[in-house]
């Protein structure tokens, strides 16, 4: 998994630095338990591209925040909400660190299809098919969920060495009168056999990166 400990390393230390003003506010990111039994253990990819069942690493961080303060604008049809929250995760300020990692690696006439410019992945609505920053693409949306496969380029379609799922999912609980924000990853090697994809330190790293995400997501598209 090694470009993703690259991504991870430089996007946290970048991130840190230009969004610092930002880091104390993600004490309300926070993960709650997730185990085998999650759907996205399922998912036709996982199952697919993982032949051999090596073990993920997987976590799900998850941002509430009162019906009240969400843009009423989000909360009229349905879709809107998760849609904001996927673009403000890849437009936000969280994401600018790594965006520019891979911009200066893979941006070109071969990606010139994909999302790269801030102002595109603020306003995108992420339909299937769409293809971001030469790193994810997203395979699957409903009304409250986006999944996008990642882990390495989307030109390669085939089994990877690095691989995963990323759910980013924004759930309106009007009985609760919350609207739940998470992100949900998933991370394998796809070939050859791998006790784990990520040491401790690159995964602590990961958890902080995406608190970043979540809380920069929540602050750039959905909240007043």
């Given amino acids: 998994m090694g470009l993703i400990s690259k991504l991870v390393k430089t996007s946290v230390a970048g991130g840190i630095a230009s969004v610092g003003v930002f880091w104390g506010a993600t004490r309300n990111a926070t993960f709650v338990p997730m ?3 999650d759907p996205i253990f399922q998912h036709a990819l996982f199952n ?3 032949p051999n069942r090596n073990p993920p690493m997987y976590d799900v961080c998850v941002r509430r925040v009162p019906l009240d303060k969400i843009q009423p604008s989000l909360l009229e049809e349905k879709g809107k909400l998760v849609e904001a929250f996927c673009a403000g995760v890849w437009g936000g300020m969280g994401y600018i660190p790594q965006r520019a990692y891979l911009e200066r690696k893979y ?3 071969e990606t010139a299809n994909q999302l790269w410019d801030r102002k595109d992945l603020l306003e995108d609505k992420y339909d299937v098919g769409t293809l971001i920053t030469d790193h994810f693409e997203v395979v699957e949306k409903s ?4 999944v996008l496969r990642c882990g ?3 030109r390669i379609q085939e089994v990877r060495p690095s691989d995963g799922l990323f759910e980013i999912a924004a759930v309106v609980k009007r009985e609760q009168g919350v609207a739940e ?4 990853s998933c991370f394998y090697q796809g070939l050859g056999k791998a006790d784990q994809p990520m040491d401790a330190k690159i995964a602590w790293a ?4 995406t608190k970043l995400l979540v809380e920069t997501a ?3 598209k959905c909240v007043l």
């Fill in 218 to 220: 929540v602050l750039k």
């Fill in 206 to 209: 990961h958890r902080q990166y």
């Fill in 48 to 50: 697919k591209l993982n």
């Fill in 143 to 146: 009304e409250d969920r986006i």
């Fill in 152 to 154: 390495d380029s989307p």
């Fill in 35 to 37: 185990d085998s039994s």
């Fill in 107 to 109: 941006r070109g006439p």
């Fill in 181 to 184: 924000f998470s992100l949900k």
